[in-house]
C-alpha cells in the first residue's frame, strides 16, 4: 500500500480564498483524523471519522473549516474564507479498528498570505 | 494547561550517550501513550507505545510509565546523529481513537 496520501503537497492562497486539502487513507482503515501542527499549538486534532462518520470535531476551530468522508477512501477538509492564522501544516492520518498505530501522510503545507 | 506536557528542548547528547525524554499528562482517563519521531519537514512516526506501568524495550528505545505520577518518558540508549528529531509525546483514552499530542521535544546528537 502507498500509504495515507495527501494532496496538494504545498498550497498558497490568498486571505478569502476558499482552500481544500485531499486525504486518501491506507485501504480498509476504518479511522480517519485531520491534524494540524503549528510551532506554537504543535500537532492538534481537529476532527476524526469512523467508518465514514465524523465522531469528534470538537477541535474544529471555527465554522470556517469542515470535514467531508463522502466514502472510505476519501476526505477533504475545507476552509472558507481562510485567514493568515490558518497557515499550518495539515495532517491527515489512519488507522484500523482500535489498533494503536496512526499512520500519517506527508502532511498539507498551508500558507496563506 | 495542556493536556499532554513535554520541554520543547532542544536537548543536546553526545553520540553514543543516553538520551531521556520526558512527558506528563493531566488526563488520569488517558491508558494508553505513544512515541512518534518526526524529521524536520517529515510526518510523525510511530517508535513505541505503552499502556502497562513500567518499562517497555524495544531495541535501543524503552519507554517507562508510571500512571500514579502521571509521567512517560522515553530513553534512546546509544544515541546517534540518525536519532536527531523532534519527538512527540502522545496520549489516548480507552475506548476512544483520539491521540492527544504533546508540542514534542527536540533532540539533537552530536556526532
Known amino acids: 500500500d502507498a500509504g495515507v496520501i495527501q494532496s496538494p503537497r504545498h498550497e498558497v492562497t490568498e486571505m478569502g480564498q476558499e482552500v481544500t486539502l485531499r486525504c486518501k487513507p491506507i485501504s480498509g482503515h476504518d479511522y480517519l483524523f485531520w491534524y494540524r501542527q503549528t510551532m506554537m499549538r504543535g500537532l492538534e486534532l481537529l476532527i476524526y471519522f469512523n467508518n465514514n462518520v465524523p465522531i469528534d470535531d470538537s477541535g474544529m476551530p471555527e465554522d470556517r473549516f469542515s470535514a467531508k468522508m463522502p466514502n472510505a477512501s476519501f476526505s477533504t477538509l475545507k476552509i472558507q474564507p481562510s485567514e493568515p492564522r490558518d497557515s499550518a501544516v495539515y495532517f491527515c492520518?489512519?488507522?484500523?479498528?482500535?489498533?494503536?498505530?496512526?499512520?500519517f501522510g506527508q502532511g498539507t503545507r498551508l500558507t496563506v498570505v | 494547561q495542556k493536556e499532554v506536557e513535554q520541554n520543547s528542548g532542544p536537548l543536546s547528547v553526545p553520540e553514543g550517550a543516553i538520551a531521556s525524554l520526558n512527558c506528563t499528562y493531566s488526563d488520569r482517563g488517558s491508558q494508553s501513550f505513544f512515541w512518534y519521531r518526526q524529521y524536520s519537514g517529515k510526518s510523525p512516526e510511530l517508535i513505541m507505545f505503552?499502556?502497562?506501568?513500567g518499562d517497555k524495550e524495544d531495541g535501543r528505545f524503552t519507554a517507562q510509565l508510571n500512571k500514579a505520577s502521571q509521567y512517560v518518558s522515553l530513553l534512546i540508549r546509544d544515541s546517534q546523529p540518525s536519532d536527531s528529531a523532534t519527538y512527540l509525546c502522545a496520549g489516548k483514552n480507552t475506548g476512544f481513537q483520539k491521540l492527544v499530542f504533546g508540542t514534542g521535544t527536540r533532540l539533537l546528537v552530536s556526532p
Open positions: 505503552i499502556y502497562s506501568n
Open positions: 492520518a489512519s488507522s484500523f479498528g482500535t489498533a494503536t498505530e496512526a499512520f
